[in-house]
């Protein structure tokens, strides 16, 4: 056994080591994930975060159940790889989530704002989700009444406070973008910032204030499919150019400018081959370049909230969106998340105490997927409804779907999460078993590298 991730300090605190007599028959924690390796199988800890590479005759052992007596289970015994049959793991898991939220800062501040600077597009894309909403977008009054939210309400990290961009397209109006951050500069405010956008308008000026003035670090852009495929989805309000060409070039803009650029691949039931295709293309045109990423992003063709959790047809479509991901991988292209060392408190912006969604129209939000109701307050009177602000971190996961999951404890599902359906599913279940098996060995292939 090699211990590649030690397990993390609050675990080992919460967890101690238990003793057993030597007769109790233990069980394999429900909480284990493997993944096999050319050294071996690594195992990694969902609850404790400890990763090891076991021996195939070690890892045999972690599947069945022994006699707390038995020498050779002793080591894992110790570190809760088994426990004993009636263990209630998930009560365990909780107790010990309730355990960490204690030292959660929930002091009153903020130091992540997305800032929605218009709900209009210049794309018709039909997935939008904004779809029939109202296409207001923010003044300049209110813009200013932004800077003073954020002037009272901040607090700067060590890289100051983080902006995020978001719309409709961000790019839209971006008169506020210019307006905001040179307020917040004239205000010695420090601060970096990121975009949600279609990369259309990030050309010109806004390239240039991009880099010069908001601060910009890092841009997301969703690719539909090849030049035809993305011209037809997008359907831009423009009559002339190309708009796929365009934004091809703007990329290599951004990157020419040093600002990363992650693309986003939608993933739907019908356009595999093309996307395929379409990352030939990508890997030849910035393939290598520095800050360039490409993720996938099943967009399910079937309604997620009537969604039965066996539907096959979804799980086809997370495959081939894992065959999409093998591609990019073997082309260092893909972004992996690292493993998890620590334990995560908090999923996304709804559940940080830290994090506010402002709308164009000046009211705060939680989650982005809420643009016109379950407001939290507005912009002049800040959180007026801490009920509504509370809900939004509140759990969505439910202890006879969950019971015995192996991914309790790094499974963050929001009750009010629009992303997450009523039940989880083979598909859901696929994706993250692959997930956790390429972060194991990616926390591997980093261990290997260290110890050269
Ligand atoms: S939501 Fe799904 S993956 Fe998460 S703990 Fe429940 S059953 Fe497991
Ligand atoms: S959609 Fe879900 S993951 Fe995204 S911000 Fe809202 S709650 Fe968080």
New binding site residues.
Partial sequence: MVIIQPMEKNAKQFIGAPTFADDTLLRPSSFLHFAKCADGVLCFHALTKELLLLSPAEAALLTETHAAGDAAIRPFAEKHYFVEQAQDETKLADEFYAFLRLFVNRDEYFSAYRIFTTMDCNARCYYCYEMGRPRISMTQETAEKVVRFILRTKKEKKNGISLAWFGGEPLYNAEVINYITRRLSEERVTFASTMVTNGYLMRGENLINAKERWHLRRVQISLDGTEEVYNRSKAYIYKEGNPYRIVMENIDGLLDAGISVSIRLNVSAQNLQNLSLLIDELVARFGGKKGFFIYTHLLFDTDRKKFTGDDDAQLLQAKNMTALEEKLQANRLLGVHMLEDAHKIT????DSPHAVIILPNGKLGK???YSEDHFIGDVENGITDRAQFLEFAASGKTPEMCGGCSFYPICNR?K????EPLVCGKADKFLRQNRIERQMLKAYEKYKKAAK
């Fill in positions: 999923k996304c912006m709804a989650c982005e997927h929001l009010l999460c629009p992303d």
